[in-house]
Nanobody, 129 residues
Framework: QVQLVESGGGLVQAGGSLRLSCAAS????????MGWFRQAPGKEREFVAA????????YYGDPVKGRFTISRDNAKNTVYLQMNTLKPEDTAVYSC??????????????????????WGQGTQVTVSS
């Protein structure tokens, strides 16, 4: 079992930046690919970014490519989402998630919500225009 706790959300003006953190419990964090998803009011949950368990491979949803960066520190059991050049349409609850796999390569990850097994409670990000 893995528990995930997000932090770093808040209110920011358009064009600003925020860095989200997701702290994981347990000793197996480094074995899980990790992802960030977001859900805006009245919309379905949307894939944002994923990172392999080794941290070598990353992937981003089209709306955030070139603006967001996912990273991880396995020594600290933490995954990050650096969000730059924020737009009002980035307003959502952002959740991190862990994928148990199994995967046979350290560079694997998934962009499918259904593949993720553990979820945090989410943190609100609001971007004002």
């Amino acid at each position: 079992q893995v528990q995930l706790v997000e932090s770093g959300g808040g209110l920011v003006q358009a064009g600003g930046s925020l860095r989200l953190s997701c702290a994981a419990s347990g000793r197996t964090f480094s074995s899980y690919p990790m992802g960030w998803f977001r859900q805006a009011p009245g919309k379905e949950r949307e894939f944002v970014a994923a990172i392999s368990r080794s941290g070598t491979n990353t992937y981003y949803g089209d709306p955030v490519k070139g603006r967001f960066t996912i990273s991880r520190d396995n020594a600290k059991n933490t995954v990050y989402l650096q969000m730059n050049t924020l737009k009002p349409e980035d307003t959502a609850v952002y959740s991190c998630a862990a994928d148990r796999g199994p995967y046979y390569t350290s560079g694997a990850y998934s962009i499918r919500e259904i593949d993720y097994d553990y979820w945090g409670q989410g943190t609100q990000v609001t971007v004002s225009s």
